[in-house]
């Protein structure tokens, strides 16, 4: 039986719109290349060791439909796993504690503006982490 929990957690990713802290592009495009060798981004990236890494920051985990992920992943994604601000850092921080069983073999990135910023650089190939809905105007307090 799969759970059918993505869509529904891809729904209330967008509706909760995570505050991300906002990181350095240019730097994190140097912290990428710890990243390429098994992961690209863009138009033309493909599946290599790791998963193509557009459209992945704000949404559930383990997407993409022609890579074959862990079952750790995909048990995290099926338990609701969303990539935002927290989880990304964590898994990014340390891959192995974050997620015992992954089959990212990476051992993480020590400084957290390291994680900032190769996350700012992902960001534009999340396109629809941008697609901020405008109907979300609230009745804002002013005074
Ligand atoms: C040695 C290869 C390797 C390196 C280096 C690596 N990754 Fe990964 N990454 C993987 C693999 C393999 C997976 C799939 C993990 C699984 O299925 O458990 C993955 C998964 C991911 C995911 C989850 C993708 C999804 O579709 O849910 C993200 C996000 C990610 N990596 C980001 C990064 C970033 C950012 C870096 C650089 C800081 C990096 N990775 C470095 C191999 C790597």
């Known amino acids: 039986m799969k759970p059918r929990l993505p869509m529904i957690a891809a729904t209330l ?3 909760a ?4 802290s906002e990181g350095d592009p240019a730097e994190g495009e140097k912290v990428f290349r710890k990243c390429k060798a098994c992961h690209e981004v863009g138009e033309d990236a493909k599946n290599k060791v790791g998963p193509i890494l557009n459209n992945v920051l704000g949404q559930p985990a383990a997407q ?14 099926a338990n609701g796993l969303v990539w935002d601000e927290e989880s990304l850092t964590a898994y990014l921080e340390k891959p192995k504690e974050f997620m015992p069983g ?3 073999s ?10 900032a910023d190769v996350i700012a650089y992902l960001m534009p190939f999340s396109p629809m982490m941008e697609d901020e809905p405008e109907e979300e105007a609230e009745t804002e307090t002013s005074g």
């Open 13 to 15: 990713g967008l509706l």
């Open 17 to 20: 719109a995570p505050a991300w």
């Open 64 to 77: 993409n439909p022609d890579f074959k992920y862990s079952s750790a992943m995909t048990e995290a994604a």
């Open 102 to 104: 992954t089959k990212m």
């Open 106 to 115: 990476f051992a993480g990135l020590r400084k957290p503006e390291d994680i």
